[in-house]
């Protein structure tokens, strides 16, 4: 159930006014809901109830500081890709034991890094990995725990570049090279402790089918994992789908419980109801790595239109948001609901709505129906709560928006807008 809806024709994050928002603080500016966060944490959490599990929470989503902290005080754990993320799961209070180590281009420096914070484990995507991380460990007298990355070469049937499950994908280890990577491990590399297997098939998937085939193919191999090497925890990775296309009636109780199968195929209860009982059996905890789920209907880009200019072929609405905020649009082909943040009367126009960069796929939203805004007015790009400001960029110079999180009636600014200087810090004119 996400937090934001229309009241009196204006759109509300929580019990906070967007417009109110954009007024106090500038545009571009994201906005995240606390209540949703800790909503979609806590169904999660119940809806795998019934296996000894742990959340670990895809930091490279949205690495906030503040929503970090909000999901360690839920008692979350973290999936980090760098020593980067590691410092600021520290940093927000999180607890290194909970946090796993994925990436497939894991430094010396960060291997170290992540074995003197006392992790629990590296999530291993290679065999030249596992030796290099053997090696770093014995050097520093340590024992290092261990899971193997297993691409189990099933379609997730997403957006190609967000598919990492198949086997021509850099990630993981063939399927049918695993049982000999866990013999290399036992006998040969005396500083890794082998802790688990892990997987992840690919990003914002909107049937469950993929999941539940991946888990059908690798629930034996971690069960005879388990039996020879005593295997302590089974990975399914993250990728759980959201819907980018939420209501926000004003009033509305959740789009959750609304939505029926056909508007969002992939509900979390559907999810686990498919995926826990053919994990249960193998008596073994079960990690999650959730990362779009938790935070992506949790925000909102705010931004305001500066000019209109009608073209021959198309009318065209410049915001001061571009690509180098919300780069998913023209990475990916994200679709981002497009609303005003106060509504306006008359008939609804097909625009492009784009940034001030100076490349052609510089834009939020092509030919898209939206109310007729004008240069002044502020809309939203919804549900960019996830791989929004965590993929933003100084690109053309632009300072990095700010981001506000909102708790009820109360915004905290949890980021301070760049400026200019925080901009160039760093660089020399010689
Ligand atoms: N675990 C691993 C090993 C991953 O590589 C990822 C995401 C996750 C978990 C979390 O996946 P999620 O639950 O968020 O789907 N920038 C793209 C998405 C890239 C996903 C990268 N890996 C986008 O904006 O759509």
């Known amino acids: 159930m996400h937090r934001f809806h229309y009241n009196q024709g204006q759109l509300f994050c929580e019990n906070v006014s967007l417009q109110s928002l954009a007024e106090k603080h500038g545009t571009p500016l994201y906005v995240y809901s606390k209540g949703t966060i800790t909503d979609h944490f806590t169904r ?87 030796e ?70 690919g990003s914002q998937l909107t049937s469950v089918d993929p999941f539940v085939e991946a888990v059908k193919k690798v629930s034996p191999l971690v069960a005879e994992m388990k039996e020879k090497y005593n295997l302590q925890f089974f990975s399914i990775g993250g990728g759980i789908g959201i819907n980018y296309r939420q209501s926000l009636d004003s009033g509305d109780a959740g789009w959750w419980e609304k939505n029926s199968a056909e508007q969002h195929p992939l509900t979390i209860q559907k999810y686990a ?30 931004t305001q239109v500066l000019f209109e200019k009608r073209g021959g072929a198309k009318i065209f609405k410049i915001v001061d948001a571009g690509m180098n905020d919300l780069i998913r649009p023209t990475l990916y082909e994200g679709w981002h609901q497009i609303v005003p943040l106060k509504q306006v009367e008359g008939e609804v126009e097909k625009v492009d709505i784009v940034g001030p960069i100076c490349e052609t796929g510089d834009y939020l939203a092509q030919d898209r129906e939206v109310a007729p805004v004008k240069a002044g007015d502020y809309i939203a790009a919804m549900s960019a709560g996830a791989y929004g400001f965590s993929m933003a960029s100084n690109y053309n110079t632009r300072p990095m928006p700010a981001e506000i999180l909102v708790d009820d009636s109360q915004a905290h600014v949890v980021r301070d807008r760049q400026t200019l200087d925080d901009v160039l810090k760093g660089e020399h004119v010689v």
Not at 69 to 85: N, P, Q, R, Y
Not at 147 to 155: K, L, T
């Open 132 to 201: 290099f991380i053997n090696e770093v460990a014995g050097k520093l007298g340590k024992k290092a725990p261990v899971a193997v990355r297993v691409n189990p070469n099933v379609d997730a049937k997403t957006h190609a570049k967000i598919t990492t499950g198949k086997s021509e994908n850099k990630f993981g280890i063939d399927f049918d090279r695993i049982g000999a990577v866990y013999a290399r491990i036992a006998n040969e590399m005396p500083n890794l402790i082998i802790k688990g297997l892990q997987m992840h098939i």
């Open 273 to 302: 109801d498919s995926v826990v009982p053919l994990l249960k059996p193998l008596g073994i905890r079960i990690l999650c790595e959730p990362g779009r789920f938790m935070v992506g209907n949790a925000g909102a880009l705010l």
């Open 44 to 130: 999660l959490d119940a809806a795998l109830g019934e296996l000894d599990h742990l959340i670990c929470y895809a930091v490279k989503a949205n690495s906030n500081l503040s929503v970090l902290s909000t999901i360690a005080k839920l008692g979350g754990g973290f999936d980090i890709v760098s020593a980067g993320e590691l410092y600021r799961v520290i940093k927000a209070g999180g607890d290194a034991s909970k946090c796993t180590f994925a990436g497939v281009g894991k430094t010396r420096d960060e291997i170290e890094y992540a074995l003197s914070q006392g992790i629990y484990c590296f999530n291993a995507e290679s065999e030249a990995e596992l």
